[in-house]
Nanobody, 123 residues
Framework: QVQVVESGGGLVQTGDSLRLSCTAS????????TGWFRRAPGKEREFVAA???????YYADSVKGRNTISRDNAKNTVYLQMNSLKPEDTAVYYC?????????????????WGQGTQVTVSS
């Protein structure tokens, strides 16, 4: 049974930082890209950031310059460092494994989604 678990969310104030972690059981992420998405209340799921197995990174325009995605392959873990948080960053954040070729910002190219971690940014 593959498990993907996100952690690190919480309630913070505008301008604060958080580091989210995404850990998969076994070697689930080995050889695959990994992406972070988020879903805000009443909105569609949207792409946040992704990292290829080789370390290439991709960001949504809304978080570029504020977020940094990284991975520790030895720990089978992907991180999302979020700085200068804004109220509009409030959402449930999910990570998933990219299994299809093509754009990194398309949810259908991913499988093995975690349950998500809530990030709430107060103004």
């Amino acid at each position: 049974q593959v498990q993907v678990v996100e952690s690190g969310g919480g309630l913070v104030q505008t301008g604060d930082s958080l580091r989210l972690s995404c850990t998969a059981s076994g070697r689930t992420f080995s050889g695959y890209g990994t992406g972070w998405f988020r879903r805000a209340p009443g909105k569609e799921r949207e792409f946040v950031a992704a990292i290829s197995w080789s370390g290439n990174t991709y960001y949504a325009d809304s978080v570029k310059g504020r977020n940094t995605i990284s991975r520790d392959n030895a720990k089978n873990t992907v991180y999302l460092q979020m700085n200068s948080l804004k109220p509009e960053d409030t959402a449930v954040y999910y990570c998933a494994r990219k299994v299809s070729s093509g754009s990194y910002d398309v949810p259908s190219k991913y499988d093995y989604w975690g349950q998500g971690t809530q990030v709430t940014v107060s103004s």
